[in-house]
């Protein structure tokens, strides 16, 4: 279920709309990878996980909108959550993160579970997004002194049996003229984060690993979904 079906909510806030395309824009991926054989069935368990509790948060806060803008008369029976800004609701939901369901997305900084943050880097010359970048992949971005992360993703990929994974090493693969990647991301120069298809985080290590290979697999591993990877269970 998706959509108005799966949580009808009062128009005041204009969210509705937002929240079900939230909710293809979750799923769309994880079914594209299990219909190709790249991820197993628990993958699609994490879309309800992941979603409702943000259909829950964004119900409430239009019906605290619709209440102190529609009918206000209501307030003296329900207690309407408090409201929280706009931004938080429409990019700063959160997926499994121990930051909870929503924070300020300009002060996520790249934490797993958030909206990997809108950077311009270049790419051969060419401007580009990180969110482009991600646009139906995976991404696995690494600091300057992170290559090792790099060729760990393309072990890491072929584990999962040619899973879709782009690694870049930023400064050898992607110019950072503005020096904002690695506050953005909130790693060192020798840290690396994956992104998932979707944009959103999937995990981050500040700093560098003595087995990149296996970290990486782990977090791949958790983020599939995938209960036969060892470590996965973390984040
Ligand atoms: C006044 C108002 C203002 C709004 N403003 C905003 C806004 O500014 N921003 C925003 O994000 N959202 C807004 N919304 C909410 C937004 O319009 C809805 O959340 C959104 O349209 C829901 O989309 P949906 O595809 O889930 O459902 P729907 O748009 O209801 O689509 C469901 C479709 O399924 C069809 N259907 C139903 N039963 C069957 C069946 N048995 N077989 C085949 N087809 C079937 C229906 O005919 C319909 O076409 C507003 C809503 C209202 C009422």
């Not at 949580?7 to 293809?24: R, S, V």
């Not at 948060?57 to 019906?63: C, I, R």
Request: some cysteine; overall charge neutral; proline content about 7%.
């Amino acid at each position: 279920m998706a959509g108005d079906a799966a949580h009808l909510m009062p128009p005041n806030g204009g969210f509705g709309g937002n929240t079900g395309i939230h909710d293809a824009h979750n799923l769309a991926w994880k079914l594209a990878l299990v219909i190709k054989g790249l991820a197993g069935s628990g993958l699609l368990d994490s879309y309800e996980t992941e979603r409702k509790p943000v259909a829950v948060f964004t119900v409430e806060q239009s019906f605290s909108r619709y209440v102190a803008r529609t009918a206000p008369w209501l307030a003296a029976r329900v207690q309407p959550a408090p409201l929280v800004d706009d931004l938080r609701i429409e990019l700063g939901y959160l997926y499994d993160s121990p930051l909870g369901v929503h924070a300020d997305p300009r002060s996520t900084c790249g934490a797993p579970g958030s909206r990997a943050p809108h950077l311009w880097l270049e790419r051969r010359g060419q401007r580009v997004s990180t969110i482009d970048l991600a646009a139906g992949r995976y991404v696995l971005f690494a600091g300057g002194a992170g290559s090792a992360w790099v060729d760990a993703a393309k072990e890491a990929a072929n584990r999962f049996g040619g899973l879709p994974l782009d690694a870049y090493c930023i400064g050898r693969d992607l110019a950072d003229p503005g020096g904002q990647f690695l506050p953005g991301f909130g790693i060192s120069s020798s840290g690396a984060s994956l992104v998932r298809p979707d944009g959103f985080v999937a995990w981050r290590c500040p700093d560098h690993a003595t087995e990149p290979a296996a970290v990486l697999h782990a977090a791949l591993g958790a983020s599939l979904k995938d209960s036969l990877t060892p470590g996965a269970q973390g984040k």
